[in-house]
């Protein structure tokens, strides 16, 4: 018997046959139990005996006289789940949601989050536009119709379905129905996970225009997923949002907004990062732990180590415990200055308070070791992992592989290379550069050609680095050609070339005395939108000087300086090694006094 086919009298879909009372809800017909109503046998689950009165009539027709009748909302929703499940149908969407409302009215929450994240779940075909339509005429309450909408979002949020909670979330302003921080909340925290910042850009400000009353989770929320994006200014604004709310910024709000500062900053980001800790401190809001790891992480990674050195020793003076976190930053960030011996010192000090190290410790003292050309040590280190029962990561071998790469020991970066997919850890794209770069060195071509297809056949895709290395390999062996047409497949493959990439064909193009080439290929990147930097600069100046062309070389020079680029090392000793130690003084007042450093 196809039910949802089933044809039935006008009379009888409309529900008319029987008053709206629960005396009038009586069985067609029954044999045994005349005087048993539908009421009974569902309150007592007496399926079978129910089941076989619905061969006269439509099992949604039964739910309709449930609903007119007014009968307990919790006895109609046990009926509405055993007929769907029993005869495997879906019930009208206006019966659907008179049910909703008669749960509302009766205050039976948890029975309605139930019921529509079922709903949700199995009911994907029908729109947005048709469920709020279906709300607005299966109840006048519009208690109840806000109260719907609410956790209708909620289910869509929770169900992993976000666009249609934000789609339900506008529905629900075009019809005026109240929203709450209970449907809000999630959905704001969905968009930010799912990148949708735009989108909850929108949600904030209609929570505005709506007076929906958000709380102090609502605003972090919204500082986080500016914060992602980069929209600092923005996100200051939010906490001023805040105060005019009068909710008070709490501790993860200042530390979202210095996490950002951190992250996402450009010139001059510790300092505003550091303004936000001023802040934070004259609104009687203390700094953590959390506060402290933030602004140590972002010194470090800034380069600043005297910095992060001077936010550590005042967490200290705080009676703040460091944790694992704060010695890993600054045991990075010694490692990459070179600073090995102070390095270890922390790492011990770690170990003296008692604090375990973990393998991030152990994956920045390997990359310090490797960086110094310490490789002994490096694997030495390696070695003590295991015993200490920790397992290595994915960098653990990259960083020891790049080790043995950049020493020539290529036998004993692919035995690494061959242990790693033997304890099962996928090697990446970066494990892969490692190797390449070290094969190149060699000038093992074949080598190459085969790892690239190894790559490929484990489906990593070539990065931008992966082309950097095979760019400056071709170039350092005077085949720019073919490395500019390596540029061309990176396009193609919807790559974009960095400083890096032009930089070094550039380099390699001056190598070969094609200045022209060079040049034309520095045109070509800033229509790229990548503009000349200071190692463009030093490349080209010094292909102008070798060539003998010292008047152009000064020219390009002080385009630099006036673009208010600060020359670097290099800059000043191509300006003493090929300019001035041939006599010529090169026209850039005001700079001499800093070549002079360098002589």
């Known amino acids: 018997m196809n039910l949802k086919s089933r044809k039935f009298p006008a009379k009888l879909l409309h529900g008319n046959i029987f008053p709206g009372s629960k005396l009038a809800i009586m069985l067609f017909s029954s044999g045994d139990t005349p005087e048993q109503s539908f009421t009974e046998l569902i309150s007592k689950q007496h399926w079978s005996k129910l089941k076989p009165h619905l061969k006269n009539t439509s099992p949604s027709t039964l739910l309709q006289h449930l609903l007119n009748s007014m009968a307990d909302p919790e006895l109609t929703l046990r009926y509405f789940k055993w007929s769907q499940k029993e005869f495997n149908l879906s019930h009208p969407l206006e019966s659907t949601f008179r049910l909703l409302h008669s749960l509302a009215n009766d205050k039976k929450y948890s029975r309605m989050r139930s019921l529509l994240n079922g709903f949700v779940k199995s009911e994907s075909s029908i729109s947005v536009h048709s469920i709020f339509h279906a709300i607005s005429i299966s109840g006048d309450s519009f208690c109840a119709n806000s109260i719907i909408a609410d956790m209708l979002i909620l289910s869509y949020v929770y169900n992993m379905k976000t666009h249609l909670g934000f789609e339900a979330f506008k529905r629900a302003g075009d019809y005026g129905f109240r929203l709450s921080v209970l449907s809000c909340n999630p959905l704001l925290s969905a968009l930010v996970k799912e990148g949708e910042v735009g989108d909850m850009e929108y949600v904030y400000k209609e929570m505005i225009r709506r007076r929906i009353e958000g709380n102090v989770i609502s605003f972090n929320i919204v500082i986080n ?24 910024p709490t501790v993860i709000t200042y530390n979202t907004l210095i996490d950002g ?18 802040k934070m401190i004259a609104s009687n809001v ?14 470090c990674k800034d380069g600043s180590i005297s ?19 704060t010695y890993n930053s600054l045991i990075n960030g010694l490692c990459c200055e070179g600073r090995l011996d102070e390095a270890i010192s922390l790492r011990d000090e770690m170990v003296g308070l008692g604090l375990k190290p973990s393998i991030v410790t152990y994956n920045a003292l390997i990359n310090g070791y490797c960086k110094r050309s310490m490789v002994k040590e490096a694997s030495d280190l390696f070695d003590d992992i295991a015993r200490q029962g920790i397992a290595p990561s994915t960098i653990t071998y990259n960083s020891l592989i790049d080790g043995y790469c950049k020493d020539g020991r290529m036998e004993d970066a692919f035995g690494l290379h061959k242990s790693m997919m033997e304890r099962g850890i996928s090697p990446d794209v970066s494990t892969y550069n490692c190797l390449i770069g070290g094969l190149c060195r060699e000038g093992n071509r074949n080598g190459v050609r085969k790892l690239v297809d190894e790559m490929l056949n484990k489906g990593l895709r070539a990065n931008v680095v992966t082309y950097n290395i095979l ?11 073919k490395a500019s047409r390596l540029l061309d497949e990176m396009v193609k493959k919807g790559l974009s070339p960095n400083h890096v990439t032009y ?40 292909g102008f000087c070798k060539k003998g062309k010292l008047e152009d070389a000064n020219g390009l020079l002080n385009e630099m300086l006036e673009k208010g680029l600060i020359p670097n090392r290099t800059t000043y000793e191509i300006i003493k090694e090929q300019m001035m130690d041939k006599g010529f003084v090169p026209d850039i007042e005001g700079h001499l006094s800093s070549i002079s450093a360098y002589s």
């Open 286 to 299: 203390n700094p953590d732990e959390i506060t402290f790891n933030i602004l140590i992480d972002g010194y």
């Open 307 to 325: 910095s992060a050195m001077k936010v550590f020793r005042e967490m200290q003076s705080q009676a703040l415990k460091p944790n694992v976190v």
């Open 503 to 542: 930089n070094t064909l550039m380099d390699g193009y001056i190598r070969e005395g094609n200045l022209k080439a060079a040049s034309n290929l520095r045109t070509w990147m800033e229509k790229e939108g990548k503009q000349a930097n200071v190692v463009t600069y030093n490349v080209l100046i010094s």
């Open 225 to 248: 997923g500016l914060c992602k994006v980069g929209k600092l200014n923005r996100a200051s604004d939010v906490i001023e949002d805040m105060k005019a709310w009068g909710i008070s």
């Open 471 to 481: 760019v400056d390999a071709l170039c350092k062996e005077g085949e720019s050609r």
């Open 261 to 278: 500062y951190c992250k996402k900053g450009r010139i001059g980001k510790m300092y505003k990062a550091d303004a936000v800790l001023k």
